[in-house]
């Protein structure tokens, strides 16, 4: 089992920056895909972002490229997600995913965090 503990989210205005941290505990964190989902009201979960366990291998979805940096601390057993120049449509519940395989984490990844709410005013 991995356990996943999402945290910084909150409150920003359209323009801003927030980052969001994932903490992973029970098994070899390095042995992960790490990834993020994101759910807006009435909607389904999305994708968002995905790195490999070394980070030569990053995936994001269009809508959030050149705006979102996904990244890890193996060390830490922590992956982030910095989300600058933030948009109302990014609104959402932030999920923090785990799987070992780069197209699962993507699509139906077998961890999830709890999530955290970003919240972006116009």
């Known amino acids: 089992q991995v356990q996943l503990v999402e945290s910084g989210g909150g409150l920003v205005q359209a323009g801003g920056s927030l980052r969001l941290s994932c903490a992973a505990s029970?098994?070899?964190?390095?042995?992960?895909?790490m990834g993020w989902f994101r759910q807006a009201p009435g909607e389904e979960r999305r994708f968002v972002a995905a790195?490999?366990?070394?980070?030569?291998?990053?995936s994001y979805v269009d809508s959030v490229k050149g705006r979102f940096t996904i990244s890890r601390d193996n060390a830490k057993n922590t992956v982030y997600l910095q989300m600058n120049s933030l948009k109302p449509e990014d609104t959402a519940v932030y999920y923090c995913?785990?799987?070992?395989?780069?197209?699962?984490?993507?699509?139906?990844?077998?961890?999830w965090g709890q999530g955290t709410q970003v919240t972006v005013s116009s």
């Open positions: 995913t785990a799987d070992r395989l780069m197209v699962a984490v993507a699509s139906k990844p077998d961890y």
């Open positions: 029970g098994r070899t964190f390095s042995n992960y895909v």
């Open positions: 790195i490999n366990w070394s980070g030569s291998r990053i």
